[in-house]
């Protein structure tokens, strides 16, 4: 299970970005798939999920400003990201748990400055 995420950068408060995750077809059609991300110092949090029938949970943290969503003709779940705060500032991981086993992506970092 290979997952590849990119679309981190450096904005300023309030801004937007969109992280992308690409995974294989048949990982999105039976798996959830979750956005993690771990700042300096914090232990890693879930952000996101979308399982694959569509149902989606935030953490509380982010409720109202992110949203996760999935385009299957592209293989890639995203997760849009809004009106975004420094404390959003981590390194973002995509995830999914297959057949017991959980994997993750490489990371990208966002760094939101105030």
């Known amino acids: 299970v290979q997952l590849q995420a990119c679309g981190g950068g450096l904005v300023q408060a309030g801004e937007s970005l969109i992280l992308s995750c690409t995974a294989s077809?048949?990982?999105?059609?039976?798996?959830?798939v979750d956005w993690y991300r771990q700042a300096p110092g914090n232990q890693r949090e879930l952000v996101a999920s979308?399982?694959?029938?569509?149902?989606?949970n935030y953490a509380d943290s982010v409720k109202g400003r992110f949203t996760i969503s999935r385009d299957n003709t592209k293989n890639t779940v995203y997760l849009q990201m809004n009106i975004l705060k420094p404390e959003d500032t981590a390194v973002y991981y995509c995830?999914?748990?297959?057949?017991?086993?959980?994997?993750w992506g490489q990371g990208t970092q966002v760094t939101v400055s105030s």
């Open positions: 979308l399982t694959s029938g569509g149902f989606t």
């Open positions: 995830s999914t748990e297959f057949l017991r086993t959980r994997y």
């Open positions: 077809r048949i990982i999105l059609s039976i798996s959830t």
